[in-house]
């Protein structure tokens, strides 16, 4: 089998195991507070990543790290794990998952709109109309489908869901300028991005499980989730946009709202738009 074609079977494999990240969400958060939940997944994965590199015989290489590497996994710590999972777990707290997931997918969009100041990349017309379309699904879903009242169920909810994307995108752009192996910066960043995490949910929460199911919940999103997903996604060169199917009803217990199904087809075909014909970053979800 050539790279390339791994490359792709690794890609669609993250997408999949990312395609039942509401469901896991959702089912955590009956059992958990969104704090609890960060923590709990986040050093599950943090622990995952290591053993991983164990096995590999590359975690000796990871410590002692440079001052620089050091304040740079920091930074890139705290934007993720810590602050996107922050938010977005919030905004799971308060939206439907059918309603979360889509405003979440837009990180494409805020991916191309960030890459112009960051990394001194153009944008086109396509990008542009691409956008556009993106963000008339985003209207979509978040008023779920009475557009011309403006009346959005949780309006926290939706500025945290489309913040996490803003989050997300920053995260992986300012990767793209860390040249470290990928596996062993993402580790880093987990590292330094837990207390963070920690000092957080002391603040806001606390630490107790009153049930396994939560736990198990978090550590389903730690493993699968975060760890082998960013594994996965880290190892192929490309991705096709494509939202992989998702029994939200069927798990959850949410009814699917035809605004819903209307929005996250404009969300794709924008995001599609804006990719046809482009090199996509490397390292995005």
């Not at 707290?93 to 405003?103: E, F, G, I, K």
């Not at 035809?258 to 990719?275: C, Y």
Request: aromatic share 12%.
């Amino acid at each position: 089998m050539s790279d390339q074609r791994k490359a792709y079977l690794h890609a669609i494999s993250a997408v999949l195991l990312w395609s039942t990240v509401a469901s896991a969400f959702k089912l955590s958060l009956r059992y958990l507070d969104y704090a609890q939940l960060l923590l709990y997944s986040s050093i599950v994965a943090t622990l995952f990543l290591g053993v991983v590199l164990a096995a590999r015989r590359r975690l000796g290489r990871i410590f002692p790290c440079s001052r620089r590497e050091c304040l740079k996994s920091a930074g890139l710590g705290f934007l993720n794990p810590f602050l996107y999972y922050a938010v977005l777990f919030k905004a799971y707290d308060l939206l439907p998952a059918q309603v979360a997931q889509p405003l979440n997918y837009t990180w494409a969009i805020a991916l191309v709109l960030l890459s112009i100041p960051i990394l001194k990349q153009r944008i086109g017309a396509r990008d542009i109309a691409g956008g556009l379309v993106s963000y008339a699904g985003v209207v979509v879903i978040s008023t779920r489908g009475d557009v011309f009242s403006f009346s959005v169920a949780s309006p926290l909810g939706v500025s945290l869901a489309l913040g996490s994307t803003v989050v997300w995108a920053l995260y992986w752009v300012y990767n793209t300028k860390d040249d470290r192996d990928p596996a062993e910066r993402l580790f880093l960043n987990f590292v330094f991005g837990l207390p963070f995490i920690l000092i957080y949910t002391l603040v806001f929460s606390d630490i107790r499980v009153e049930n396994l199911l939560g736990f198990a919940g978090a550590a389903y999103v730690g493993v699968v989730e975060i760890g082998v997903a960013f594994l996965l996604w880290l190892s192929a060169l490309r991705l096709s946009e494509n939202t992989a199917k998702v029994s939200i009803r069927e798990f959850v217990g949410e009814e699917i709202l035809p605004a819903t199904v209307v929005g996250l087809v404009l969300v794709v075909a924008g995001i599609a738009l804006q990719r046809v014909g482009r090199e996509r970053p490397r390292g995005a979800q």
